[in-house]
């Protein structure tokens, strides 16, 4: 059984830095074609991919935040870490992990995790 | 970047089929996804690699993608269809996943 846990702080003032944590089970990031992304969906709004990880630790990020990301994983601990640095209320939104396929198979997310909501306010 | 246009919004009647287009630049050399976003809950993965459905996922959804356009098709549909629904593909030139901007799917 696939799952995904995000955590990490539910409030972040600004120009904070976020750490997002996923942690998940019922698979391993070291099998061939498989992946982790972060997205995020501001309230209301549509859904905006962050950044994706590979069993070959390719990094892939948004390129209007690329700037700004930095996308890990810890293969023993079956987690993926997120970093996204001088957060504005702007980047408040739910933030999801989810599992995906490779970006040669069109890197699609089958499982997704329930999602964490992170206000950005003073 | 690489642009997925959705329309805002798409009715349809129960038992109707209902459409939502996807366009992006030679979308049809790329592969295409969907998913159904209901409200306060996570998406979930309806088509895969243009035409595939997940294990578990109604074969009443299905999916094509050719020129500029990707279409997610669901025949017969129902009151439980009603959602917000994604396309989503990798572009290997800019080397990231692309979000539409979502269709809201009514039931009436």
């Known amino acids: 059984q696939v799952t995904l846990r995000e955590s990490g702080p539910a409030l972040v003032k600004p120009t904070q830095t976020l750490t997002l944590t996923c942690t998940f089970s019922?698979?391993?990031?070291?099998?061939?074609?498989?992946?982790v992304s972060w997205i995020r969906q501001s309230p209301g709004k549509a859904l905006e991919w962050l950044a994706l990880?590979?069993?070959?630790?390719?990094?892939y990020y948004s390129t209007s935040l690329k700037t700004r990301l930095t996308i890990s994983k810890d293969t023993s601990k079956n987690q993926v870490v997120l970093i996204l640095t001088n957060m504005d209320p702007v980047d408040t939104a739910t933030y999801y992990c989810?599992?995906?396929?490779?970006?040669?198979?069109?890197?699609?997310?089958?499982?997704w995790g329930q999602g964490t909501l992170v206000t950005v306010s003073s | 970047s690489y642009e997925l246009t959705q329309p805002p919004s798409v009715s349809v009647s129960p038992g109707q089929t209902a459409s939502i287009t996807c366009s992006g630049d030679?979308?049809?050399?790329?592969?295409a996804c969907w998913y159904q976003q209901k409200p306060g809950q996570s998406p979930v993965l309806v088509i895969y690699?243009?035409?595939r459905r997940p294990s578990g996922i109604p074969e009443r959804f299905s999916g094509s993608n050719s020129g500029n356009t990707a279409t997610l098709s669901i025949s017969g549909t129902q009151p439980v269809d009603e959602a917000d629904y994604y396309c989503?593909?990798?572009?290997?030139?800019?080397?990231?996943?692309?979000f539409g901007g979502g269709t809201k799917l009514t039931v009436l």
């Open positions: 989810a599992r995906g396929a490779g970006v040669a198979q069109g890197a699609h997310f089958d499982y």
């Open positions: 019922g698979f391993s990031l070291s099998t061939s074609g498989m992946c």
């Open positions: 990880i590979d069993r070959d630790d390719d990094k």
């Open positions: 030679k979308l049809g050399d790329k592969y």
């Open positions: 690699q243009d035409t």
């Open positions: 989503q593909t990798w572009d290997r030139r800019t080397e990231t996943v692309e």
